[in-house]
């Protein structure tokens, strides 16, 4: 019997705990391992921009104008002599805060409202998921742009306005996982023991949902980010002196015709983060689907 045999029947006998497994089958997808890495990357990027960026964010220089990419300036200047490079490095950050703090709330609402009307079920259940059904038929777009209007525009209202109508899928999700996980022994166990519905919900059902959960976090953000870069270009999202991707795009498609790299940069660095994004998502949903591993 050789060394490797060896090896294997040790490690088939130690066993893989599920997420040591879905790591292993996400290691083997080249493209969620790419997204990963360039996810990462993004957010480096992000973290270190104020230390990092070749220029200030607040400087500009009006002489030198709008300037195709140089040996100064790798990815240009805009209308106001500013580095593109800083400015998208800048941008990224709201981008990138916005695609995971709107989410962090529409998953917080989802998760809550899905794991209470699954676990109630009958006449709760009824009413809450009635409610998710009504709020599905209203179009999202308006609701976002009367509360930008009528309690202004600012990031803090931007986040609580997209959260609040990105958490209705995740409600349905988490709800049904809700709804097949009480029925399990470890929950009827639970509830032989007298441990409260809210306990129950928060140590036994929703570590148990996970998997569902982080694959529609990861396609949550993507959408997420396309909804604040089209509310920018409408000129109702991030607004001066701050900077967003949607908002450079805006920009740049005023001046595209004369100006291309003002668009064509903050554009690609969107598009790439959107598809690292969506490589991730497509393989954690890979990665944990059990029963796909099985075949």
């Known amino acids: 019997m050789t060394t490797q045999m060896i090896s294997d029947i040790t490690e088939a006998e130690k066993g893989t705990s599920l997420w040591k497994d879905a790591w292993l089958r996400l290691r083997k997808n080249r493209l969620a391992v790419i997204g990963l890495v360039m996810l990462v990357l993004f957010i480096v990027i992000a973290l270190l921009t ?3 960026a070749p220029y200030s964010y607040q400087a500009q220089n009006l002489d030198l104008g709008a300037t195709p990419p140089s040996a100064a300036h790798w990815l240009g200047t805009d209308i106001f002599g500013r580095d593109m490079l800083t400015q998208i490095m800048y941008g990224g950050r709201v981008s990138l805060a916005v695609g995971f703090v709107a989410t962090a709330v529409a998953l917080v609402i989802g998760i809550s409202w899905g794991a209470i009307a699954g676990y ?6 009824a009413v809450m998921m009635r409610l998710v059904d009504i709020l599905y038929a209203l179009p999202f777009m ?13 990031m803090l209202l931007l ?3 997209i959260g609040a109508v990105e958490w209705l899928t995740m409600a349905r999700i988490m709800r049904s996982q809700v709804q097949s996980l009480r029925q399990q022994e470890f929950v009827e166990a639970a509830v032989s023991l007298g441990l409260s519905p809210a306990t129950i919900i ?3 059902i929703v570590p148990n949902a996970l998997g569902p959960i982080i694959v529609y976090t990861t396609l949550t953000i993507p959408s997420v980010m396309l909804l604040e ?4 270009f409408l000129g109702l999202g991030i607004q001066p002196p ?10 740049g498609a005023e001046t595209m015709e004369e100006f291309p790299w003002l668009l064509i940069f903050p554009g690609l660095a969107l598009t790439l983060t959107l598809f690292s994004l969506n490589f991730l998502g497509d393989g954690l949903r890979d990665a944990l689907d059990v029963r796909g591993s099985r075949d």
């Open 50 to 52: 104020p230390w990092i």
């Open 120 to 125: 109630a079920g009958g006449r709760v259940d």
């Open 142 to 154: 308006i609701f976002i742009v009367l509360l930008m209007v009528v309690f202004g525009r600012n």
């Open 159 to 161: 986040f609580l306005a």
């Open 202 to 204: 928060r140590r036994h």
């Open 229 to 232: 870069a089209f509310l920018s």
């Open 242 to 251: 701050q900077t967003s991707w949607g908002l450079l795009i805006s920009y």
